[in-house]
């Protein structure tokens, strides 16, 4: 099934999390398609710079804002009236989320509820929700959308209490139709976080040694220019529900350093940092993203290993790192 809008220079998307590792490729996507882009954030994470590119763009409009400020939000959803919202932003590296459950929970719950809000003053036709596989219970086996939930962390709880929310509060949004896109472990340039890959390559830049942690467990790679791709493809179709954005290939952290070793032609080894070990995780985590291919034949189109080479060729991560920053 392939039926979408059509696309028109006179439509508004605003998106929030815009200068964040999905934020970015998502406003090049859209920009690309013709629609005009309200691109909102506010900065935290210390990516804002990324938004430059688009500053001699008419049709971008950069909004420094916080999602926790309900009036600004609705205020400029107000003036803006956006054909589509997509929802990004959030707290999502893990242990900044168990360091500090209370922010979490402000910016990932009531921040989603400052949009909802927003959007029942001018409803859009479209939502686009980003949550997380980190919603499902734990399982060796692919995840599909209808599978048991059980997160097991404050940043899943955040997420899966979010869906909660666009469910419950459907009839506020009038004819508006949501998505619910279940991301998995999204990597590629700009990562203003310590997630695996940005920290192997920044620790790879010094020395063959890498100190990490659990490396056995395997995950759900998905190159970040394919996520912005499905997300914009589900932003145009008539469809809603929950989907999937996961390629449906698990690969462990070691097979990840292997694949890393290859491109750069450097032997690299690995030592357990114990502190760098998350008190909870999960053995294995991927998609079934078969609802997705319906909606996009093609996906996933990158391979994991192009796309970390690609990754790799834009030079440094985006991120500096804290001491207290552990990457998994």
């Not at 927003?118 to 997380?132: E, G, I, K, M």
């Not at 899943?156 to 666009?166: A, D, H, N, V, Y």
Request: charged share 25%.
């Amino acid at each position: 099934m392939n039926e979408t809008y059509d696309t028109d220079h006179s439509r508004v998307v605003l998106v929030t999390g815009a200068a964040g590792l999905i934020g970015v490729p998502v406003v090049r996507a859209l920009r690309a398609r013709g629609f005009r882009v309200v691109a909102v954030d506010d900065g935290s994470a210390g990516t804002l710079h990324r938004l430059n590119e688009f500053a001699d763009y008419p049709e971008v409009r950069r909004q420094v804002l916080d999602i926790r400020q309900r009036s600004e939000l609705v205020q400029l959803m107000a003036a803006e009236r956006p054909w589509a919202v997509v929802h990004l932003a959030a707290q999502h590296f893990i242990p900044a989320c168990d360091r500090a459950p209370a922010e979490t929970l402000a910016i990932n719950v009531l921040g989603t509820q400052h949009v909802l809000d927003a959007c029942a003053v001018n409803p859009p036709q479209r939502l686009v929700f980003a949550s997380t596989a980190d919603v499902y219970a734990p399982t060796n086996r692919p995840h599909h959308e209808d599978d048991q939930l059980q997160p097991q962390g404050v940043y899943g709880w955040s997420k899966l209490f979010s869906e909660r929310l666009l469910q419950d509060q459907a009839h506020r949004l009038g004819s508006c139709t949501t998505v619910v896109a279940r991301l998995f472990n999204v990597y590629g340039p700009g990562d203003p976080h310590p997630h695996l890959l940005p920290e192997v390559l920044r620790q790879a830049r010094r020395s063959q040694t890498l100190y990490l942690g659990d490396l056995e467990a395997a995950r759900d790679f998905v190159y970040v220019d394919d996520v912005a791709d499905a997300l914009l493809a589900l932003l145009r179709t008539r469809r809603s529900g929950v989907f999937n954005i996961g390629s449906g290939v698990p690969a462990t952290g070691r097979e990840l350093i292997d694949i890393v070793a290859s491109i750069i032609g450097q032997r690299l080894d690995t030592r357990v940092d114990a502190e760098r070990l998350r008190r909870r995780t999960r053995s294995m985590s991927f998609a079934n993203p078969d609802r997705l291919r319906q909606i996009v034949p093609w996906w996933p189109r990158t391979p994991l290993r192009e796309g970390i080479r690609r990754t790799i060729a834009t030079g440094l991560p985006a991120h500096g790192v804290e001491p207290e920053d552990k990457a998994s």
